[in-house]
């Protein structure tokens, strides 16, 4: 295997944190250098190289870039969904600034791959809901969608025209238990869990019946690193790739839970999120990536349920 230097900007996320743990295992915790805009503690910054990055100081990125000399950058900082809403100017100037001192960094540098995540925000009321297809309408009235589409058109437009070789997946929800959610719209689907075992109940922020795209973070894992590693010449889709995993709502994952945790409760009190959730896919036709670079997810609803349960019983076992 050839060296590559990997840097990961946003790397204390959701995302981030699991995908950099990932990396440093196939290539090495040196040559994997995390960075967040605020200093952390534990294996971020004890297992290898962490810088602290704002992506919008873009003097501060040069002196990163210079510094370690990424072959490749995972640009992972945003404002997601929820919180985007209640700071649309500064979600613009972050979703946005971030990403164009990261494709230009890419094009005068020729960096060798930049990752950049785009999200089923993309989408919107017009959007066909049901099996989503890879092209069709998007007119998203979140500021999170509208940076992420706005992202995907400037993503394709490097690389026909600078040759940039940039790759995206339109993540749906995401699910994992190594650490928490960021402030999207999908967070239910990670709390539940937690507070499952914590409470024996939750409170649920979206309606019983709001059925969503989501993915396990193995899979999410597995996805990108599987588009990341594709030959160039399988990439056809250089704006953003449908993945997904499983559709559920509310009370079918509650359902899978009661599987694992006997009596578990679940009531509904929607907020402001559930407007965004109605914007948004029931399911997703990833069809084109399994296609393309051979996606294929390996959990469903009841799978991931009791992986996630089974974890979670771990941690606070160990913090018992």
């Known amino acids: 295997m050839s060296q590559e230097t990997i840097l990961i900007i946003g790397s204390a996320g959701q ?3 699991e995908l950099c743990e990932t990396l440093r295992g196939i290539y090495g915790n040196q040559n994997v250098i995390a960075s967040d805009v605020k200093p952390v503690s534990g294996p971020l910054s004890e297992n290898g190289p962490f810088e602290v990055l704002d992506i919008l100081d873009k003097q501060r990125f040069t002196e990163v870039l210079d510094k370690y000399k990424p072959t490749q950058v995972y640009h992972l900082a945003a404002l997601l969904s929820a919180t985007a809403e209640k ?31 785009s999200s089923i925000a993309v989408f919107g009321p017009n959007t066909p809901r049901v099996n989503t297809p ?14 992420k589409l706005a992202g995907e058109r400037y993503c394709e437009y490097y690389f026909e025209k600078y040759g940039v070789d940039v ?3 339109r993540y749906p929800g995401l699910i994992g238990y190594k650490s928490a959610p960021g402030g999207g719209t999908t967070d239910y689907a990670v709390d539940i869990y937690h ?55 509310p009370d079918q994952i509650a359902a899978a839970i009661r599987k694992e945790v006997p009596g578990f409760e679940i009531s509904y009190a ?36 009791a992986d996630m349960l089974k974890n979670l019983r771990l941690q606070y076992s160990d913090k018992a």
């Open 15 to 17: 995302l981030g944190t």
């Open 134 to 147: 890879q092209h069709c309408v998007m007119d998203p009235n979140t500021i999170y969608g509208i940076t």
């Open 87 to 117: 700071n649309p100017k500064f979600g613009w100037t972050l979703n946005m600034d971030g990403l164009f001192h990261v494709l230009d960094a890419a094009k005068e540098r020729g960096i060798a791959k930049v990752y950049w995540p």
């Open 195 to 249: 507070q499952a075992l914590l409470k024996g109940q939750y409170e649920c922020f979206l309606s019983e019946e709001t059925e969503l795209p989501m993915l396990y973070m193995p899979d999410a894992l597995r996805a990108t690193i599987s588009l990341m590693d594709a030959p160039a010449d399988r990439i056809k889709i250089r704006s953003s790739y449908n993945v997904a995993g499983m559709s559920f709502t």
């Open 167 to 169: 790759r995206s997946i």
């Open 270 to 305: 929607p907020d402001y999120r559930q407007k965004i959730a109605d914007s948004w896919p029931k399911s997703i036709d990833d069809s084109v990536a399994a296609a393309e670079w051979d996606w294929k997810p390996e959990f469903d609803l009841d799978k991931m349920s």
